[in-house]
């Protein structure tokens, strides 16, 4: 049974900083692309990030680049993000994904997490 759990959430003032990890199982970690969704209240889950099984390539959302970084350590089944210069709009359910192709469209990906909250206060 695969399963994906985050943790790192909480609330923040704008300008700070968060580490989010989604730890996996019950898969090869690393076979699979890894991302990260962001789902806002009344909005679309939107892609935030994503890397690739070996970590060699990454993609960035415009409105997030400069300001997170995704990483992974696939010894540990583990992916994170980090979350720097938080806005009030990065406000949202944060969740990680995994993938076996190469996509950032929320619809590639097989497995989810449960998510975890992220707010930030203006």
């Known amino acids: 049974q695969v399963q994906l759990v985050e943790s790192g959430g909480g609330l923040v003032q704008a300008g700070g900083s968060l580490r989010l990890s989604c730890a996996a199982s019950g898969l090869t970690f690393s076979f699979y692309r890894m991302g990260w969704f962001c789902q806002a209240p009344g909005k679309d889950r939107e892609g935030v990030a994503a890397?690739?099984?070996?970590?060699?390539?990454?993609y960035y959302a415009d409105s997030v680049k400069g300001r997170f970084t995704i990483s992974r350590d696939n010894g540990k089944n583990t992916v994170y993000l980090r979350l720097n210069n938080l806005k009030a709009e990065d406000t949202g359910v944060y969740s990680c994904?995994?993938?076996?192709?190469?996509?950032?469209?929320?619809?590639?990906?097989?497995?989810w997490g449960q998510g975890t909250q992220v707010t930030v206060s203006s």
């Open positions: 890397i690739s099984w070996s970590g060699g390539s990454t």
């Open positions: 994904a995994a993938a076996r192709e190469v996509t950032n469209n929320p619809r590639g990906y097989h497995y």
